[in-house]
Each structure stands twice: as C-alpha cells, then as structure tokens.
T-cell receptor, first 116, second 112 residues
Framework: AQTVTQSQPEMSVQEAETVTLSCTYD???????LFWYKQPPSRQMILVIR??????QNATENRFSVNFQKAAKSFSLKISDSQLGDAAMYFC?????????????FGQGTTLQVKP | EPEVTQTPSHQVTQMGQEVILRCVPI?????FYWYRQILGQKVEFLVS????????KSEIFDDQFSVERPDGSNFTLKIRSTKLEDSAMYFC??????????FGPGTRLTVT
C-alpha cells in the first residue's frame, strides 16, 4: 500500500530563517504527483506546492520550494524567510499509484512553530 | 476564485443520532471526496464519488456512512448512528482531474 511518512512531528524556526520539512513516500509508480498542504489553526487545508514526478526541476512557489529526490522517494519542503504566518501543521500527500480516483494519502504531519 | 463550501462549520450531536454534513463542490469539478481528521492526527480518506456513484471507499467508510449528490450542486455525507469516535473534522474536496484537489473549510463534528 502507498505510504507517506513525515518523521518530524514538530519543528521550530526563527523568523526570517529557513526551515526544511521532510517527507518520504512509497510508490511503485513512475508518474505521480506530490503535494504539501498547510493547515493553520483554523484547520483549513491550503495547498502550498505540488511536484510532478516526471519533472526533474524542483517546484518553487515564492518562499516555498521542494527538494524532490525521486530515486530516494524523498520530497522535502523548504520555507525561506520564515514568517509568523507560516506557523501551522504541514502535511505531505500523494495519490496512490494505480488508483484512478485521485484520493490523497497524507503523512502524519509536522507542526511548525515560528519564533519571533 | 471558486471555492468548496461546507455547512455547518460545527455540529454537535448526541451518540446514536444521525447527522448530515453538506458540501458544495466547485461547479465544473467531476470528482468529490470526503476525508476525516481526528484531532491531532493525520487526514484520512473516507470516500470518493464520481459520475453519481462511489468510486472508492476506505475501511473507515462502513455501513454507517453514506454519500449522496441529491442535486447538481450539493454533496452530502450521512452518518446514520453516530459514535463517540466519529468526533472529528470532516473535509469535503473536489477535483477536476488536474491533480489538484480543492478542500472545503471543514465541518467539526462533536459527538457527546
């Protein structure tokens, strides 16, 4: 079964610094997508960034970027110039391999604290 | 920007009661989902819905659960006889097929 693992339950970063959140996944597929979602205290799920597995170039969205290592099945999220508003729970997610229903499998989440 | 909406935002119910959680997906989306998140835990897939029928469901989605799209806009999740362990945040999501799911704000269900 497809699994997504986030091994860091909690991380903290100083405001304006950079932090990296880790994610590993397991799939037998060669073509798939990976996502990072942010969940602030309101508990709304907000898409931060997505990566297409067949693209070698790492995705970037403003201060957010990924380090995608396909062979290692690793998909980490880097947040640069951290802001207080970045404090939230972050979930890594991927659709499972042969499923054509598009359902997402989520990791356990990493709680990010941003210190002023 | 179009968005997924959910009502109510918070539902309190007594054990054994039936609840219906409502969602309005984005209008041109074709796939619809319900996920559940017990407080402090990860988000778990419950069910996916496509072409007016369930396309996949998880082990969590037992006979107590049902989904329906009664008209062209609403997508509902019904829990027939709620248990204490059904207390969770329930998210509706919709998907157009471009590998980006849009999540609603969630309904917090509290079973007492």
């Amino acid at each position: 079964a497809q699994t997504v693992t986030q091994s860091q339950p909690e991380m903290s970063v100083q405001e304006a610094e950079t932090v990296t959140l880790s994610c590993t996944y397991d799939t037998s597929e060669s073509d798939y997508y990976l996502f990072w979602y942010k969940q602030p205290p309101s508990r709304q799920m907000i898409l931060v960034i997505r990566q297409e597995a067949y693209k070698q170039q790492n995705a970037t969205e403003n201060r957010f970027s990924v380090n995608f290592q396909k062979a290692a099945k690793s998909f980490s999220l880097k947040i640069s110039d951290s802001q207080l508003g970045d404090a939230a729970m972050y979930f890594c997610a991927s659709p499972p391999g042969r499923s054509n229903t598009g359902k997402l499998i989520f990791g356990q989440g990493t709680t990010l604290q941003v210190k002023p | 920007e179009p968005e997924v909406t959910q009502t109510p935002s918070h539902q309190v119910t007594q054990m054994g009661q039936e609840v219906i959680l409502r969602c309005v997906p984005i209008s041109n989306h074709l796939y619809f989902y319900w996920y559940r998140q017990i407080l402090g835990q990860k988000v778990e897939f419950l069910v996916s819905f496509y072409n007016n029928e369930i396309s996949e469901k998880s082990e969590i989605f037992d006979d107590q659960f049902s989904v329906e799209r009664p008209d062209g806009s609403n997508f509902t999740l019904k829990i027939r006889s709620t248990k204490l362990e059904d207390s969770a945040m329930y998210f509706c999501a919709s998907y157009r097929g471009l590998n980006e799911q849009y999540f609603g704000p969630g309904t917090r269900l509290t079973v007492t």
